[in-house]
């Protein structure tokens, strides 16, 4: 008979312990329901009221918002954190909202790219902010789960350069706050293309490679005098980067406006063919990028055959300050990045990123009055940008002084304001979009084929794009 | 006695039968309890997950919002999928490429170590062994940075020995013997160790009247220890097999698929598709093909075995 | 077994040189690991490779401390580990007695049935169970790790196996003796297999450990992590990897496991081998 009790006691223990389980408090977004509930019901009014009083409101409602309390909990990565907490915007937005918690939890874009979307279908387990890339923005819109933030963000459409707002928006409504852009430009090594008996002032390097094929004189150039490798460009594991900036500054993509996948048209074909041409002609470097080699060979001295040139977005001026080249200091010079055509428009984007409020957060007005205190602020925009050079995708904030300040990384030159000009000048591409992850994968493959000579950019491309057209269903 | 047994011959009414029966279960109740825990939680965690994944595979969704019915068009793209049969071809590509190296240096070792000829037995056997207990994670990781093509330690070595850095990660054959060198580092040891106990059901005085005849060990080896050995090589050989195809964590910490789809296996497809494109329906489908293809396999290579073995 | 007849030393160094060589193959990864994580992180990389560097120091181990309570990592590992072994072991063993000492209709298939679960790959049920867990509201905590595992088919053939060559004169003595099954179970049987389940213990112990996959789809909060999600985090495309950091923590989650292997060697051979000789 004992044995019988012994089993019914260890059967009620099990289903004790699984019922605890399902009360256990195991989730990290924990804001006391009152708290939210109350000052929901007072922000409601004050909500309504801001879109009214339009321009001056968004630099001042900080000040007129109610106040407002519980925690709010952010992904992001460590670059970005850093950024805001370098710039005191998280110290100054702590006076505004005493009452609001912000916590940061460090994440690689990777895996938030992993964790956000499953907590989102989970339902449980999201933050109340993550930061999102806009490569990976459309995605996560499309997977659904956000918070509709169109309200919040009218004031906003028309400050914030516009090509930002593609990746934001489904339907008609839009779900994230731009932060920043990547505008694409030519970053080169003054040292190098002296070295090299080519001038190296901005304004002549901006002429010398005002296309790519003129980018390719130079680069030969380059190699015969000193050496060094244009770029890195890798073949077996190439992201397929540098080839979606090419289709930006192009007004192109993987797909188009009709909907239809481009991945194979014969523009396409063209552009990987001039990349191609680099490998063919043994100009770039083998180094992957955002490993170990590729910053050793970035931050090399003269005579050590550092890398002469780097077509990447202005974040990447900040990275390379700042931990992977800080050694280089007054080497470096920013020109225009070069077109496939001449005449055609010197711009492109790479990167940028935004944030995004899950619907299942328990403190959304927190959430957005940080949101909002942060990227719709000409001053906090500024503050970030000083301390990391992220460019704002806040328009007004570019009037500020900072940005004609010479730059010594780069030998005093205003950098800034190239940034500003290129930023304004980013036609609308199709490079992003729902299906990138996707897309790009499959694209980057061909690339890795074309590089290591298994197959011809026609068939490389032809393949992708079969593949994208069978498994999005696009035409 | 003829009678009586003729008598007790007759057909049972089904009722009686019935009865027979379930006094036989009630009688075995404890047994049925004891094992019902498995059994319970298979249900749970293994029946009803697979008839989900079924019905799911007809379907289109992205694990949020309605569920699209789609019929057999998960399967039709599957079947065109170059992707899916990469990384099918990938996994016979693997298993050939580490399998036989893996079990025969796994057997040669546990010979010669069994052979106590050697000193340190016990200290050999731990350090061949250790491999098994370290995190993938790491042991990935560290690969990666180890065969980093310029600067990787072992490249640089083979420097010293005027050998041109090798492309390890960096080419598609490179990837598959940087991945086989880490799945042989990681189950050399624990193959090892099943060799070492099947050596030691070997009766050794078989082995003695042969090098007495005088056999060479090299004969003695290959006509005597492997064939009374082929149980413990089939269960090994077994083993590795179903890896070659699950191979995941190796997979995803040191070269994440590639270069160029080299090292993708299916499981690590199926990944992508549920976890990075949201592809349940179709992610569900091909967990269903891979299984199906898997479940012959190993049919077939047990009749086969099974039969070599009798 | 081969004996005393191989002749010459030329075979006899052969022998060496293959077991050095391929033990300091096995060795190597864990000597970089070790080393790496006591260097500072521009010595790393040095060209000729530093063993043992002068600059040594436990920084890396303390950074790791201070940034992410590694501390707290360890116990949650610890902790699933613990429990998802324990859980383990005690429905094997049952289910292993039921199968080893008792005749019961349908036997045969029943059994055959969970050899046969053996061979599903976890590809299939990857998707249905988290949506499961979702359902369930098990996501981020550590139930989807503890439970689905303890219905191993491995370990109730393993048992059966090992408690099949446990006398049954003991069991029929009892029940005679008028004890109830569960007692019988409890007080004869698990103390004489207590040498099996210590062997089967430490491979379920060591599998959760070091299982990947699990934390990575069910876990998301960094309090909740287990040592290879950590060790993951700590690969950082944009923005460097801390590789002395990484590696410290990759250290720390083999010293335990390495204890565990040195203390419990026979028992954790015991237990492969007893797979692949009674299978």
């Known amino acids: ?475 | 006695m003829a009678e009586t047994s003729v008598m007790k011959r007759p057909n049972l009414p089904m009722v009686t039968k019935l009865r027979k029966k379930w006094t036989e279960i009630y009688k075995a109740r404890w047994p049925y309890l004891f094992i019902s825990p498995f059994y319970i939680l298979f249900l749970i965690f293994g029946v009803y997950p697979i008839l989900f994944s079924f019905y799911l595979s007809f379907t289109e969704w992205k694990g949020l919002g309605p569920i699209k019915f789609v019929g057999l068009r998960n399967f039709e793209l599957l079947l065109k999928d170059k992707i899916f049969w990469q990384s099918m071809t990938n996994g016979v590509i693997l298993f050939f490429m580490y399998v036989p190296i893996l079990t025969f240096l796994a057997l040669v070792l546990a010979v010669i170590l069994n052979s106590k000829r050697v000193r340190g037995f016990r200290f050999f056997r731990t350090l061949l062994f250790i491999p098994y207990i370290m995190n993938i994670v790491a042991a990935g990781f560290t690969f990666r940075l180890l065969l980093d093509q310029k600067y990787g330690l072992v490249n640089v070595l083979l420097g010293m020995f005027h050998i041109p850095p090798v492309p390890w990660l960096e080419s598609i054959w490179g990837g598959r013997v940087s991945l086989c060198l880490l799945v042989i580092w990681a189950w050399l040891g624990y193959n090892m160790v099943i060799m070492l106990a099947g050596l030691q059901t070997i009766p050794g005085e078989l082995t003695e009247a042969a090098l007495i005849d005088g056999a060479s060990p090299i004969q003695a080896f290959f006509y005597i220890t492997i064939p009374l050995m082929r149980p413990v090589i089939l269960f090994s050989v077994v083993l590795s097999t179903m890896g070659s195809f699950n191979l995941f964590s190796e997979i995803y910490n040191l070269t994440g698929g590639g270069p160029i789809n080299a090292t993708l296996t299916p499981v690590i497809v199926i990944f992508d598709q549920a976890f990075g494109n949201f592809r349940l329906g179709y992610a569900s489908a091909m967990s269903y093909l891979y299984f199906l293809i898997l479940f012959v396999l190993t049919l077939l290579q047990f009749r086969y075995f099974g039969r070599q073995v009798d | 077994m081969l004996t005393q007849r191989f002749s010459g030393w030329l075979t006899n160094s052969l022998i060496y040189a293959l077991l050095i060589t391929t033990s300091a193959f096995m060795i190597l990864p864990f000597i970089w690991m070790v080393s790496t994580s006591l260097k500072p992180a521009d010595e790393i990389f040095a060209i000729p490779p530093i063993i043992i560097s002068p600059n040594s120091s436990l920084k890396a181990y303390a950074y790791l401390q201070s940034q992410y309570n590694i501390l707290g990592i360890v116990k949650n590992t610890f902790v699933i580990a613990f429990s998802a072994t324990i859980l383990r072991l005690f429905f094997c063993a049952l289910g292993g007695y039921g199968f080893a000492k008792f005749k019961f209709p349908g036997q045969g298939a029943l059994f055959a049935f969970l050899l046969g679960t053996m061979v599903i790959p976890g590809a299939v049920t990857l998707v249905p169970v988290y949506i499961i867990m979702r359902d369930l509201k098990w996501i981020d905590t550590f139930w989807p790790l503890i439970i689905p595992g303890a219905a191993n088919a491995f370990g109730i053939f393993f048992m059966r196996q090992y408690i099949m060559s446990v006398s049954s004169e003991l069991i029929d003595a009892a029940r005679i003796d008028g004890a109830g099954e569960f007692t019988i179970f409890w007080r004869i049987i698990l103390p004489i297999i207590a040498p099996g389940l210590t062997s089967l213990g430490l491979i379920f112990f060591m599998g959760s450990w070091n299982d990947f996959i699990g934390p990575l789809i069910y876990l998301k909060s960094p309090e909740h992590f287990t040592l290879p999600l950590i060790i993951r985090s700590l690969i950082g495309p944009v923005g460097r990897t801390v590789y002395d950091v990484q590696m410290a923590a990759s250290v720390i989650s083999l010293i335990p496991l390495l204890i565990i292997f040195l203390i419990f060697q026979r028992r954790i051979v015991e237990g492969i081998t007893a797979g692949a000789i009674k299978g």
């Open chain 1, 1 to 475: 008979m004992s044995s019988q009790n012994i089993f019914k006691l260890m059967v009620a223990i099990l289903l004790t312990a699984i019922l605890l389980s399902a009360c256990a408090p195991a989730t990290s977004t924990e804001s006391p329901p009152a708290a939210t509930e109350g000052s929901a019901a007072t922000e409601a009014p004050a909500m309504t009221e801001v879109p009214a009083t339009e321009a001056p409101a968004a630099t001042e409602a900080p000040a007129e918002a109610s106040q407002l309390s519980g925690k709010v909990t952010i992904w992001m990565w460590k670059a970005a954190h850093d950024a805001l907490t370098n710039s005191g915007v998280l110290d100054e937005f702590k006076k505004v909202q005493p009452g609001v918690e912000v916590e940061v939890v460090e994440y690689n874009p990777a895996d938030v790219y992993q964790k956000l979307p499953l907590a989102l279908q989970a339902g449980t387990g999201a933050p109340d902010i993550s930061l999102v890339e806009n490569s990976h923005l459309a995605q996560i819109v499309a997977l659904g789960g956000l918070t509709d933030m169109t309200e919040w963000v009218t004031p906003y459409l028309d400050k914030m350069n516009a090509y930002k707002w593609a990746d934001a928006e489904l339907d008609g409504k839009y779900y994230a706050m731009p932060w920043d852009s990547g505008p694409v430009v030519f970053y080169y090594r003054r040292d190098v293309f002296d070295a090299a008996g080519l001038p190296s002032d901005p304004d002549a390097v901006s002429e010398a490679v005002a296309t790519w094929d003129d980018y390719f004189n130079v680069c030969q150039t380059i190699m015969e005098k000193t050496g060094s490798a244009c770029f890195s460009n890798n073949k077996a594991n190439n992201y397929g980067r540098l080839y979606e900036m090419m289709l930006w500054q192009q007004g192109l993509g993987y797909y188009n406006e009709a909907g239809e996948v481009t991945v194979d048209s014969p523009e396409n074909i063209a552009t990987l063919e001039m990349l191609k041409k680099f490998w063919d002609a043994n100009l770039t470097s083998d180094q992957l990028e955002w490993t170990d080699g590729w910053y050793a060979e970035l931050a090399a001295e003269t005579d050590a055959k550092p890398i002469a040139t780097l077509v990447e977005a202005a974040w990447m001026g900040a990275f390379l300050k700042g931990w992977i080249a800080p050694g280089t200091e007054g080497k470096w010079g920013v020109a225009l990045m070069p077109t496939m055509e001449e005449g055609q428009v010197r711009a492109a984007n790479d990167g940028g990123s935004a944030f995004v409020i899950p619907e299942q957060s328990e403190n959304k007005e927190a959430a957005w009055a940080l949101t909002e205190f942060l990227f719709g602020n000409v001053d906090s925009q500024v503050a970030i940008f000083k301390a990391s050079d992220f460019l704002p995708s806040l328009e007004e904030a570019y009037a500020d002084p900072i940005f004609s300040e010479p730059d010594p990384f780069f030998a005093d030159q205003p950098v800034r304001p190239i940034y500003v000009d290129v930023v304004k000048e980013v036609p609308i591409a199709y490079v992003y979009g729902p299906n990138y992850p996707e897309m790009s994968g499959f694209v980057a493959t061909a690339i890795q084929k074309v590089g290591t000579g298994q197959s011809s950019v026609e068939d490389a491309l032809k393949e992708a794009a079969d593949a994208i057209r069978a498994q999005t269903g696009m035409p």
